[in-house]
C-alpha cells in the first residue's frame, strides 16, 4: 500500500489511490485487501470514509465485498483504457463532459423517474451545507452527476461519466480542486444544480442542456484560471 495520504484525503481520494493499485497490478485479480480498519489508519482517516471508498469502488466493479469474508479485487482494466483515462488532464475531461453531459439532461427528462429526482434533491440539500468543505462538496457532486446520469437508463453513459469520475479524483485534478473551490464558486455551483434538477423535473429538455453547459462553463473558466496561477 502506498503512504501518499494525508488527513484531507476523502473517500474519492482513497478510491483513487486504491484503484491505481489495482491497475498497476499493486493489487491484483483476487487479492483481498486489508480490512477497513487497516486501510484507515494507512490512509490517516475514518473507517466511515474508507468504508465510502470501498463503496465507491465497488459501484464501478473494480472490488466486490463479501460478507464475513472481506473486500476483493474483482476487475483488472484493460491497459489501454487505464492509459487513456490516467493520461487525461483536467481541460481534456471538461471538453469530454461538455460534449455528454447537456445531452445526459435531455435523458433525464425522457427517462427519469421520482425516485431519481428525490436522490439528485438530496444530494443537492447535502452540497448546499458544504460550501466551507470543498473535499466534501466535490465527493458528492460526483455522486450528483453520476446520479443524474443512472437516470437516462443508458449503461455505456454510465460507464463513461464513471471513468470521468476516475480522472476527477486523480491527483491533477485534487490539486485543481483545492485552488478552484472556495465557498462563493461551491455556492454558484449549487444554485446551477438545483436550477438543472428543476427544469429536468418539469420536463423541459433544453432548458436544462442550457444550464448544464452554463455550469460547465463556469467550471472550466475555474480550471483555466487554476492553471494560470
Not at 487479492?31 to 484507515?40: F, G, H, I, M
Not at 446520479?147 to 476516475?166: E, K, M, P, V, Y
Not at 485534478?173 to 446551477?192: E, K, S
Request: proline share 3%; with cysteine.
Amino acid at each position: 500500500m502506498t503512504g501518499e495520504a494525508d488527513q484531507r484525503l476523502g473517500a474519492a481520494d482513497i478510491a483513487a489511490l486504491l484503484r491505481r493499485e489495482i491497475s498497476k497490478g499493486i493489487l491484483q485479480l483476487h487479492d483481498r485487501l486489508p480490512p477497513e480498519r487497516v486501510l484507515a489508519d494507512t490512509y490517516g482517516t475514518a473507517r466511515g470514509t474508507v468504508r465510502k471508498a470501498l463503496n465507491l469502488l465497488e459501484s464501478e466493479g473494480y472490488v466486490e465485498t463479501r460478507a464475513g469474508s472481506g473486500t476483493y479485487v474483482v476487475h483488472m482494466p484493460t491497459d489501454s483504457s487505464s492509459d487513456a483515462i490516467d493520461n487525461a488532464t483536467p481541460l481534456e475531461l471538461m471538453d469530454t463532459r461538455f460534449a455528454l453531459e447537456p445531452h445526459i439532461c435531455r435523458l433525464a427528462v425522457l427517462h427519469g423517474r421520482r425516485a431519481d429526482f428525490d436522490k439528485m434533491e438530496a444530494l443537492c440539500t447535502r452540497m448546499e451545507t458544504l460550501a466551507d468543505d470543498p473535499v466534501s462538496f466535490s465527493e458528492v457532486d460526483t455522486e450528483f452527476h453520476r446520479a443524474l446520469t443512472s437516470s437516462t437508463r443508458n449503461g455505456l453513459l454510465i460507464w463513461i461519466i464513471d471513468q470521468i469520475a476516475h480522472v476527477r479524483s486523480q491527483d491533477d485534478w485534487t490539486r485543481m480542486r483545492h485552488l478552484t473551490l472556495d465557498a462563493r464558486t461551491i455556492n454558484q455551483y449549487n444554485a446551477q444544480h438545483r436550477q438543472i434538477l428543476n427544469a429536468i423535473r418539469t420536463r423541459e429538455p433544453e432548458r436544462a442542456a442550457n444550464i448544464m453547459k452554463e455550469h460547465l462553463e463556469t467550471a472550466r473558466l475555474s480550471l483555466t484560471r487554476a492553471a494560470e496561477t
